[in-house]
């Protein structure tokens, strides 16, 4: 194997081509920047002759100050039965002044035939001359020979012949493109070691794609057979199932095979990276990535959270840490009491709970999940069911009673009020209010109460509602899940309640999202007091 592997990124060509992803100009050079920092070797930006967008990105990346990475244009070959001085493609390359280009060209028989419509000798001398062309220029080119894998199983003497012809006329890597995606790791390895023999001082690089799920595999056996360039994606975006994912292969390649990929200390912000092209993508994060998702190092069975408190490498293959991640604990049916202690030690303040306590919560949760709620999403309504464990907890407030009104008469808009009776202190009060929805008017009414006891709760806000319906042959009568997150500006937390009732549930959930915030200063107060029960300041 190669000892340095150098890599080129493509989440911002191949990548772009995935359903859903349409980058802008100022979105691409936000991405090549954050990829730069990374220490990518290669961003490949796009295909300069496809579009307006495209010529516009590269016009603006010339003023990008990159501090490791080169810029890569990305083309293909010239035009069949055409001059390379007149192709429009070619000139779009040298437009795009890039100190590297990356030319794909046809390395199967069949595709040669069947989709461009030229001869064999055609194309190799469309490769021969555009890579030729590119040298000229004083460009680094990398030839990416696409249907590599699938052209050889079809007449390899053909496939072969490609990569030599690109890599005589001058091309500084040739890249093996599985580019259908259906090729087995073990037959990489294979064709790899096979054609290196063949053409051993070609430098060599690998650009798999996902269809078999196997890009990753794919790329990792492609270095083990001793390619030294390895091209991917962030998150393994792409068309189709997408591209082999950087975000895994970078990892597997520097902490797992021991190679030299990126700086070592630039791989502590792989899961920032990947959530920050994400967002930059408009595309949720995938919570189960390797390495950078979400739940990646997140431990929900009572046996595996009882063995990483004991030794984290039980259940962990790295350090979260080391990718920048982290471990998380869920609490759920299938919890045991090492999860409770888990959680109240993640807690901000200390919590006090015997080995009978949490014992007793595990079982009072079981039993609410199998009346259908769920804690893994709901980590303010779980911290409060802790608190509420505690003999001495006091609750902030209590709703006595409530009542919602929904009304459409003819001609009239549809009303929407609620009243709530809620006690503070011995302290009870009736209010009411007006919303756009049942639960918009709920919400009014309870902070109409709760505001003149606690103004801080003027700065939390809702800011996502779901509804999740759990017995879908029940129809209207099914019971209903509903999950509020809730913000103050500087944290957010998400509760849950349910019930048949979707009102029912919604006020559940709405309770907690506001008990949380008050439980929560509380807490802090008295620990800051050195105290162990909760202090009365409402301010």
Known sequence: MAERIRILDTTLRDGAQMERISYSVKDKLRIARRLDDLGVDYIEGGWPGSNPKEAAFFEQAKHLTLKSARMAAFGCTRRSSGSVDSDPNIAALLAAQTPTVVIVGKSSDVHVRHVLGT???????????????????????????????DGYGSDADYSVATLRCAWEAGADCVVLC???????????????????????????????HDDAGL???????????????????????????????????????????????????????LTEVSHYVSEVANLKPYAHWPYVGQSAFTHKAGLHVNAISKMAKSYEHIEPHTVGNRRRVLVSELAGKGNIQYKIEELPVRLQLSNEQARELVSHIKEMESQGYQFEGAEGSLELLMCRSQPDYEVPFEVLDFLVL???????????????????????LHTAAEGNG???????????????FYPGLASVQLTDYKVRILDEQSATAAQTRVL??????????STVGCSANIIEASCQALI????????????????????????EDRS
């Open 178 to 208: 599985d580019t259908n995606g259906g090729t087995l790791p073990s037959d990489v390895y294979r064709l790899v070691s096979r054609v290196r023999a063949e053409l051993p001082r070609v430098p060599f690089g690998i650009h798999a």
């Open 512 to 535: 907690d999202s506001l008990e949380f915030p008050l439980t929560r200063k509380r807490l802090r107060e008295k620990s800051a007091a050195g105290m162990e029960l909760v202090g």
């Open 484 to 493: 509020i997150d809730a913000s103050d500006g500087e944290s957010s937390w």
């Open 119 to 149: 001869t064999l000798d055609e194309n190799l001398n469309m490769i021969r001359e555009s890579v030729a062309r590119m040298k000229a220029a004083g460009k680094e080119v990398i030839f990416d020979a696409e249907h590599f894998f």
């Open 215 to 269: 890009a990753v595999a794919n790329t990792l056996a492609a270095v083990e057979a001793g390619v030294g360039h390895v091209q991917g994606t962030i998150n393994g975006y792409g068309e189709r199932c997408g591209n082999a994912n950087l975000c895994a292969v970078i990892p597997n390649l520097q902490l797992k095979m021991g190679l030299d990929v990126i700086p070592t200390e630039a791989i502590g912000s």
């Open 438 to 452: 049942p639960v918009n008017a709920l919400d009014k009414a309870l902070r109409k109460a709760l505001l003149q």
């Open 406 to 428: 929904v009304e459409k008469r003819q001609g009239t808009e549809i009303l929407a009020e609620a009243t709530v009776k809620a006690q503070v202190d011995g302290v009870v």
